[in-house]
């Protein structure tokens, strides 16, 4: 049907970068907007940042200046590069868009979508 598979986790030191992927496969018609969201151990998941078809983007206040959301359209990407990370980055960060457009060959639906989410590890 319609998935979302995220890629680029991993373990990094403190005042390290990362970069995250998130692709979209599947029937797509389109796409509108795409974010990414975090969950840490015994917390809630919150959001990180979005950002529309047409490239207007949201942060939380704990990543602005420090993390940048983007997007290809074309290949139904979006990514989320992450510098100077802090021990208290760790979590699972799961994909999500909210409302894609897609066919089943007869008609076209709309359906939200997680990814299976990536693990960052911030930490010595």
């Known amino acids: 049907q319609v998935q979302l598979v995220e890629s680029g986790g991993g373990l990094v030191q403190p005042g390290g970068s990362l970069r995250l992927s998130c692709a979209a496969s599947?029937?797509?018609?389109?796409?509108?907007?795409m974010g990414w969201y975090r969950q840490a151990p015994g917390k809630e998941r919150e959001l990180v940042a979005t950002?529309?078809?047409?490239?207007?983007?949201n942060y939380a206040d704990s990543v602005k200046g420090r993390f940048t959301i983007s997007r290809d359209n074309a290949n139904n990407t979006v990514y989320l590069q992450m510098n100077s990370l802090k021990p208290e980055d760790t979590a699972v960060y799961y994909c999500?868009?909210?409302?894609?457009?897609?066919?089943?060959?007869?008609?076209?639906?709309?359906?939200?979508?997680w990814g299976q989410g990536t693990l960052v590890t911030v930490s010595h």
């Open positions: 999500n868009a909210p409302r894609i457009r897609y066919s089943t060959g007869l008609v076209y639906r709309y359906l939200e979508v």
């Open positions: 599947g029937r797509i018609v389109s796409i509108n907007a």
């Open positions: 950002i529309t078809s047409e490239g207007s983007t």
